[in-house]
């Protein structure tokens, strides 16, 4: 019996090891920034507006709690109820509703209350290489999984140890003992490795199944440094001036070279402040310009086009599979959708990156809970039924999932 209860505690203990192993990134990503991440850094940031607006102080802002939390789990009931200080920011802000969360709990929420204030009250920290520019942050998951191993060796090493004790007190004691089996022998032991072999061989085949063909922070070098947080950040150039397919048609498109000669014919400098890759190395702006002359064959000195133009055999970045249909001017003229939402800070990137995975998953939880801007927008008119409900208090909004955003062939060819 003792010899039992000695296996069956090794097992316990082996468990729990497996456990930690397996589930501490989940354990890791249940605080407050990995919820800010998932829910809210899409539309606002900690200290700077973006598509809403700043949340730095929001708890200074709105001292009642429970209005708050509210506000975030349906602000369109906060609004109906005629809340001054939430009508007020609803019209500041262009009368854009906010995505509803009534699934987050009070513990989520002031998680990432207790984030967002933490990161309001810090010091800008800005780590920079030799090439004074910004370093891109350390990924630990390297040293999580060597730390993980050596406290698994450690676990596997006391257990023998404590094993070893036992016996020789069992046999000052004059208990009958049983010569231990190896480590490297033990059926318990080898079948226990075998199914850690099992479980992790099986997530990372899922996982690495699941991103077949997504390209998540897919970041590929350009034939000409363009640099978005310029044009769009520093100069504030709307999106929809370069991609004008964005809001007419189905396709964004990449703009002619004309478009950029509209405004280069005159700027033949960059003398704004210093550029770098992502790799550290620095940017010369004013060449990057000259490789845009070469392309369009325009001639500074003498202000015409006096070379034969090629085009610029630009990288694509966000691929979709032939068989999605998505279409632009759907999202951002009817939908009224931020370039953000699906591409990330443009206006803070270098070269841009892919922001999202662009999953399936991902497009239908958008559409899960997104409201559209349903009133006063001519797309939707055609939905009588919804109009009279909101109309009479049935409904206080739409979401995109209502007016048939989750349906098969409304992304499928």
Known sequence: MIHYRSIAKKLVISFLLLTVVCFDQQVFAQDGKALFQQNCASCHAVSKNLTGPALAGIEERVTDKKLLYAWIRNNQAVLSSGNKYFTDLYNQWNKTPMNAFPNLTDEEIAAMLTYISTEANKKPEVKTDAAGAAAPEADNSLLFGILTLILAIIVLVLMQVNANLKRLSDEKEGVPSYEPVPFYRNKAYIALFAVILFIIGGYYTIMGAIGLGRSKDYQPEQPIYYSHKVHAGTNQINCLYCHGGAQEGKHA?????????????????????????????????????????????????????????????????????????????????????????????????????????????????????????????????????????????????VTVERIGGTECQKCHY
């Open 253 to 397: 498109n990449i703009p002619s070279l004309n478009t950029c000669m509209n405004c280069h014919m005159a700027i033949n400098e960059y003398a704004g402040e210093k550029l770098y890759r992502e790799d550290g190395t620095e940017v010369n702006g004013t060449e990057e310009i000259k490789k845009l002359y070469s392309y369009t064959g325009w001639d500074p000195d003498q202000k015409k086009y006096a070379n034969e133009p090629k085009p610029i055999e630009w990288v694509k970045i966000h691929n979709l599979p032939d068989h999605v249909y998505f279409n632009h001017s759907q999202h951002v003229k009817a939908g009224q959708v931020a370039c953000q939402t699906c591409h990330g800070e443009v206006q803070n990137m270098g070269e841009v990156y892919q922001f999202t995975d662009l999953s399936m998953g991902w497009c239908v939880n958008c559409h899960r809970e997104t409201k559209v801007q349903f009133t006063d927008n001519k797309f939707y008119s055609i939905y009588e039924k919804f109009h009279n409900d909101l109309k009479n208090g049935t409904l206080d909004s």
